[in-house]
């Protein structure tokens, strides 16, 4: 039996970023205990993740599966994926075959590949997007335990704040104000009675192909929040493409397709952009530079 415990270079580099270098060091020790205990086979690992080692598996029955190890990162994610898994049921959502909560392991059902590499048009993965999304968005019952809208948004706009000083301030204080004030407009608006269940990083690299042709999504952050969140975090992807004409057409056109706010996308999009661009900077990531560009470039038009 052969095994990929490597992590691609991406991973590494947000690793050590993070100060997780100790997980980087224990990844074949556990990954070969859980092998072991589950009676799996390893295969190689996914190259395109960014914050946990994703590895094919076969299962004892036959079945093509998906080991997945959590970067110890942020505080109670591993049981709101979890969570957010359970809630979904393999409706919208990969199927959770099997969890390991002390490890920070999941199996998961192996599905196709990402919307990211199927070469679409950029309208027609929006349209897969909403309805993948849509088929996620749920009401759940009380006591779930995931976070809510309202403290994504506030901790959304401390860390933009954090970080913008931190990075020597890698763009313009009116793109750093517009993001705070929607942000804030965001964490007001939040209406408990109307939050759903999202997925919390609705892109294109978590959209993967099922075998009935349709999509699901992988790697849900699980919160409780109106779903444009979701939709803002499309608005933030594709930047150099929102620099070029009308930067609103995006937010309109997902409001058509999901029937839901277009300011509410369009001011998670705000935020997300500068959270997103500015974490990217941090880990050295290329695509933290674009967003950064296109918050300037909307925030001066606003």
């Not at 993740?49 to 590895?55: A, D, F, G, Y």
């Not at 190890?69 to 709101?80: I, N, Q, S, Y």
């Not at 699901?216 to 939709?231: H, K, N, T, W």
């Not at 935020?271 to 296109?294: C, K, N």
Request: net charge negative; with cysteine; proline share 5%.
């Amino acid at each position: 039996m052969t095994s990929s415990f490597h992590p691609s270079e991406r991973v590494r580099a947000v690793a050590e970023t993070a100060g997780a270098t100790r997980w980087l060091d224990s990844l074949p020790e556990v990954m070969g205990s859980i092998a072991e205990e589950w009676d799996l086979q390893i295969g190689d690992a996914f190259p395109h993740s960014t914050e946990s080692l994703v590895v094919a598996v076969t299962t004892d029955a036959g079945e093509p599966a998906v080991l997945k190890m959590l970067m110890p990162r942020f505080d109670g994610a591993f049981h709101h994926e979890v969570t957010a898994l359970r809630l979904a049921g393999g409706s919208g959502c990969v199927r959770l075959l099997r969890h390991d909560e002390e490890r920070a392991v999941l199996l998961l059902e192996r599905l196709g590949p990402s919307l990211a590499v199927l070469d679409l048009p950029i309208d027609r993965r929006h349209e897969i997007l909403c309805a993948t999304g849509a088929a996620l968005w749920r009401t759940v019952p009380s006591g779930s335990g995931l976070p809510t809208g309202a403290g994504k948004a506030a901790w959304l706009a401390e860390n933009i704040e954090r970080w913008w000083n931190e990075l020597d301030r890698p763009c313009t204080e009116r793109a750093i104000e517009h993001a705070l004030a929607c942000a804030d407009r965001r964490r007001s608006a939040h209406d408990d009675e109307r939050a759903r269940l999202v997925h919390g990083d609705l892109h294109q690299w978590n959209t993967l192909q099922a075998a009935d042709g349709g999509f699901r999504l992988v790697d849900p952050d699980g919160l409780l929040a109106e779903p444009e969140y979701d939709l803002g975090i499309v608005m933030r992807e594709d930047a150099d493409e929102l620099m070029t004409g009308d930067p609103r057409r995006r937010s309109r056109r997902l409001a058509e397709l999901s029937g839901l706010d277009e300011t509410a996308i369009w001011e998670w999009g705000v935020v997300e952009r500068m959270s997103t661009g500015l974490l990217g900077e941090m880990d050295g990531f290329p695509e933290g530079r674009d967003m950064l560009a296109a918050a300037d470039s909307i925030a001066t038009s606003a």
